[in-house]
């Protein structure tokens, strides 16, 4: 047997199989011209469960295979694929977790698939204000310190969601929080969306499960190299415990025709890890952590070398040095305000010799606290919000209301208002200032959202 199982499988079926008297509807190519001459060969391979094939929700062939090729790789109990990207498996893991109750911690910045988690388990969240850098001003996502006091403070506590990393690549003191989880009796879930590749190399900081996440979401299309809408969902020795509520969260959250495609590229990128990760990761670390600057963010948490995030003197210069770079072909990741990341791709990375020569130029920001910080624990009972009767408001007119919808720049998807918040003039002040440099926010239309009606 090879290292793809399932690849070898869709393979054999395809050259063996004369006519697809089934889904999907292109019968392999023919049934859509447009698209096999875009791909030649491409729709060969989408295919769905057949005898030989297995089955994504009951998988006992050679995608049960796959997927403990997938838990090998990262010394997981068990693994599952997603074809719901990140956001499924976070679903799903909240779920699992508190499907008897309990409510969920997480930090104020978590991505906006908590929003889900937390209706379907009809679960209160209890948002905890990140720790910030002295320096930079950015999150260093949820402190020990404060999930202690949240636990105190909330001992109803079922689950903690952690980003690791955050969306900078700064990875938070997850071993500590999972400690104090577990001694509480509480489920931890690493949100590992952009930290799939953490441990694969000494360079970079370690796997979620190493520092004792139970459940993990790895997002391999952002950092292991599959397809995007792809990751994998980690079971550690305590998230078995969660086993049956895992499969039966996946099933409702999951489709019933997860693509072939994506599953085969999630087999393809663990293969490639399994096999010559080193050599991939090599390179691109290197070509990252060449670029040095005073404007680089570094705190004093482990950080993933391929994550740029450079500080701007100003949200001007932020928008034109990336506007010229855009000009010779180099795009950034991600522009906010004065902050603009750029993320090394796996494998043999392209020259940065434009964004090294902008890093250069940059000198070392200065950091103002926030005159008024966001309260460090808050619970927010997101569903009730969501079930209120709702009016719309212009953003302009909306400060003092409640929230009745997530509100979030994407990327990165983090919201700037939870469904229960009260708006603040800081907040409207924000979001105009990201819908006026023409970035895309989720939870606005034509300068519109919805509030809790008075």
């Known amino acids: 047997m090879t290292g793809t199982p399932l690849t070898d499988a869709v393979r054999a079926y395809s050259r063996s199989t004369t006519a697809r008297l089934h889904v999907p509807a292109h019968g392999g190519g023919p049934g859509n011209p447009p698209l096999e001459a875009l791909f030649p060969g491409l729709c060969s391979w989408d295919v769905t469960e057949q005898p030989e094939l297995d089955d994504l929700s009951h998988p006992e062939g050679p995608l049960a295979a796959a997927q403990a090729a997938a838990a090998a790789l990262y010394g997981a109990e068990d693994a599952h694929y997603l074809t719901g990207g990140a956001t499924q498996g976070v679903q799903a893991g909240v779920l699992a977790s508190l499907l008897h109750g309990g409510a969920l911690l997480a930090s104020r910045d978590s991505h906006r698939s908590l929003l889900g988690a937390a209706l379907l388990a009809d679960a209160d969240v209890v948002l905890a204000a990140p720790a910030r850098d002295p320096k930079f001003g950015v999150s260093l996502g949820l402190s020990p310190r404060t999930v202690e006091r949240a636990f105190l403070e909330h001992p109803d506590i079922g689950a903690v969601l952690v980003t690791y990393p955050t969306y900078l690549g700064i990875a938070p003191e997850l071993d500590a929080i999972a400690r104090i989880a577990r001694d509480r009796g509480a489920i931890t879930i690493a949100d590992a969306a952009h930290g799939a590749h953490f441990g694969w190399h000494a360079a970079l900081p370690p796997a979620a499960l190493a520092e004792g996440a139970d459940l993990v979401v790895a997002g391999m299309h952002k950092s292991g190299g599959s397809l995007t809408q792809t990751a994998l969902l980690l079971e550690g020795p305590r998230g078995t415990e969660r086993h049956a509520e895992l499969g ?11 693509s072939y495609l994506l599953m085969l590229s999630l087999e393809q990128a663990v293969q490639s ?3 010559q990760r080193e050599r991939l990761l090599e390179r691109a670390i290197a070509a990252g ?13 482990p950080q993933d070398p391929m994550r740029i995030a450079l500080q701007f003197e100003s949200p001007t210069q932020a928008q034109e040095s990336c506007s010229a770079l855009a000009r010779e072909g180099v795009r950034p990741e991600y522009l906010e305000d004065a902050t603009a990341l750029f993320i090394v791709p796996l494998g043999e990375p392209p020259a940065l010799d434009g964004l090294a020569r902008v890093a250069a130029a940059l000198r070392e920001p200065a950091f103002a606290e926030d005159r008024e910080a966001p309260p460090e624990i808050r619970r927010v009972r997101l569903g009730r919000a969501l079930r209120s009767r709702r009016e719309r408001r212009r953003l302009v007119e909306a400060a003092g209301r409640t929230a009745a919808d997530v509100v979030s720049v994407v990327p990165p998807g983090i919201p700037a208002l939870w469904p ?3 708006i603040s003039p800081q907040a409207v002040e924000g979001l105009a200032r990201a819908l006026g440099q023409g970035r895309r926010v989720m939870g606005i239309d034509q300068g519109w959202l919805w509030v809790v009606a008075e």
């Not at 952590?289 to 680089?296: D, L, V």
Request: glycine share 14%; charged share 25%; no cysteine.
């Open 248 to 258: 039966l969260a996946l099933h409702l959250i999951g489709t019933s025709s997860p």
């Open 420 to 422: 229960g918040e009260e």
């Open 289 to 301: 952590e060449g670029i040095r600057s005073k404007a680089r963010v570094a705190t004093g948490r």
């Open 273 to 275: 890890a399994l096999t």
